[in-house]
């Protein structure tokens, strides 16, 4: 069983950074491929970026050059640091875990979810 606890979030203005970190328990984290998604009101859930148990990592081609994601096998820790934010990048921010070590961009593929954390980006 692994549990995710998500925190960082907040009220940020566009233009500005955040970064997002997620702490798991479990044996198996460094084994784990790990990702996050966001949700915005009345939109399905998205995918951010993933990072593989090797460290190879893939973001929605949206985001990439403004996001990075990256993991800390010893704390068993994930972060998402967040740059030039914009309005549109408004949600709901989960991390996620999967029982593979290699990453997906798909909800369904991934085992474990926190619960969330608020990113809010105002103009």
């Known amino acids: 069983q692994v549990q995710l606890v998500e925190s960082g979030g907040g009220l940020v203005q566009a233009g500005g950074s955040l970064r997002l970190s997620c702490a798991a328990s479990g044996r198996t984290f460094s084994t784990s491929a790990m990702g996050w998604f966001r949700q915005a009101p009345g939109k399905e859930r998205e995918f951010v970026s993933s990072i593989a148990s090797s460290g190879y990592t893939v973001y929605a081609d949206s985001l990439k050059g403004r996001f990075i994601i990256s993991r800390d096998n010893d704390r068993n820790m994930v972060y998402l640091q967040m740059n030039i934010l914009k309005t549109l990048d408004t949600a709901v921010y989960y991390c996620?875990?999967?029982?593979?070590?290699?990453?997906?961009?798909?909800?369904?593929?991934?085992?474990?979810w926190g619960q969330g954390t608020q990113v809010t980006v105002s103009s």
């Open positions: 996620t875990a999967r029982s593979y070590g290699s990453g997906s961009f798909k909800v369904d593929e991934y085992d474990y």
